[in-house]
């Protein structure tokens, strides 16, 4: 499918286009119910029914209360506020009685979401423990076992990576935390639309979302917090989202949001085999015209989402062959997103084993609804002349 410039789009991770019945779903919202959702009036209180009604049906694929729903800006808020706001709680509970701040467990592998609020109670004097992967990604259950302490206060565990597609065994995993009574927060953004997010099945306390990954509008996510979690909420404002978060709520985004998560959810089962069949189509092209690749991560037909295809063209630089698709009219990333940029290799595959320069030489492709046949083999003959183009400057370089 083709997006602005861009002829084939291969990077369905980063964000996916805003669905066309979302935006008529959030249309009337930005123009005749405008209204302030806080105001007694009517147009405000019709705004008002609007996040109830979105509440609700976000409840319902979620499997929980809707006041254990709480609309915020994104992912990146949700898990900031999920990790700082449960240690500042178990801070406070604990002062006096402990003498220094709780400890809080992660995964090796997490988003920078995670990893950097993480990283900044670090430096507050919280003690954080990085639990370790094996070569697909996967969390040990006896590494979680180990590390709980007496004084463990939050386990935080992405529920499908960004990178490499590993998909935690969340349940079993939050099985043990709740075995020591403590809460399991799960960064379930990449997991919406292509795994269950039951939050009874799952087992977890908090979970977060983001709404521009399964083809809802960008700027808007949400807090699962389970009843009785101890939490202490962070945004003080005019006392909105039932004190918990203050600032009037983002009425049409966070309509978008409800609708792109019940149409996600709905379709879940015939999303994942159209991107199976679509990333495997790709996987079998570039393995067949273009030496020395290896997959990243998970095997393709056990614990990986199946839109997710990372792997590693030895003897390139991924930064450089993503400007070479780019300039042949395919979007792909060299890593997250988030860090595209960034100097540093990944740290997601240099946790699962991987040398700098094969962390450095890999490319992410995740395919999405748009995508056709006929999309995935043109893309795949643009990959293998790129890499090609590229290793023979490289060789003539060097």
């Known amino acids: 499918m083709t997006y602005g410039a861009q002829s084939i789009y291969l990077d369905h ?53 809707s006041t254990e729903i709480l609309f915020t800006s994104g992912a990146t808020e ?105 809460p399991v927060h799960i960064d379930a953004v990449q997991a919406a639309g292509s ?22 509008p960008k700027g808007v996510g949400m807090l699962y917090v389970r009843k009785g979690t101890p939490i202490r909420y962070l945004q003080d404002g005019g006392g909105q989202e039932s004190g918990r978060r203050g600032g009037t709520e983002n009425v049409p985004l966070i ?25 495997d189509r790709l996987w079998h092209a570039i393995r067949n015209d273009v030496p020395d690749v290896v997959p990243n991560g998970p095997d393709m037909a056990d614990a990986r989402l199946a839109n997710n295809l990372n792997v590693s063209f030895r003897g390139v630089q991924g930064e450089t062959v993503l400007l070479g698709l780019d300039m042949a009219g395919v979007a792909a990333s060299a890593g997250s997103a988030c860090t595209t940029g960034n ?17 450095r030489a890999s490319m992410r492709f995740t395919v999405g609804r748009g995508n056709s046949h006929d999309e995935i083999d043109e893309a795949a003959r643009i990959i293998a002349e790129v890499i090609a183009r590229t290793r023979t400057l490289a060789d003539s370089i060097s």
């Open 13 to 65: 991770a980063a964000t996916t286009p805003v669905d066309p019945v979302v935006v008529e779903a959030m249309i009337p919202f930005f123009t005749g119910t405008f209204g302030n959702p806080s105001s007694i009036y009517q147009v405000g209180q019709d705004g008002r029914a609007a996040l109830d009604r979105a509440r609700a049906m976000i409840a319902r694929v979620l499997r929980c209360r």
């Open 78 to 182: 949700s898990n900031n506020l999920a990790i700082k706001g449960v240690a500042a709680a178990a801070r406070d509970r604990h002062k006096g009685a402990v003498g220094k701040p709780p400890h809080i467990i992660i995964t090796g592998i997490e988003h920078h979401a995670v990893l950097h609020p993480a990283l900044a109670l670090e430096k507050l004097g919280y003690a954080v423990t990085r639990l370790p992967v094996d070569s697909e990604g996967i969390v040990s259950g006896n590494d979680l076992d180990d590390a709980i302490r007496p004084d463990t206060c939050l386990v935080s565990v992405i529920y499908a990576n960004n990178e490499i597609g590993t998909i935690q065994p969340v349940a079993a995993l939050a099985k043990i935390a709740r075995n020591y009574g403590v």
């Open 195 to 216: 795994l269950s997010i039951d939050v009874d099945a799952l087992g977890v306390d908090l979970l977060s979302l983001s709404a521009h990954k399964f083809y809802g």
């Open 255 to 279: 309509v978008g949001m409800a609708e792109a998560l019940v149409r996600a959810d709905r379709d879940r089962e015939i999303y994942n085999a159209h991107c199976r069949d679509l990333r």
């Open 343 to 359: 100097s540093e290799p990944s740290h997601v595959l240099r946790a699962i084993g991987h040398s700098e320069d094969e962390a």
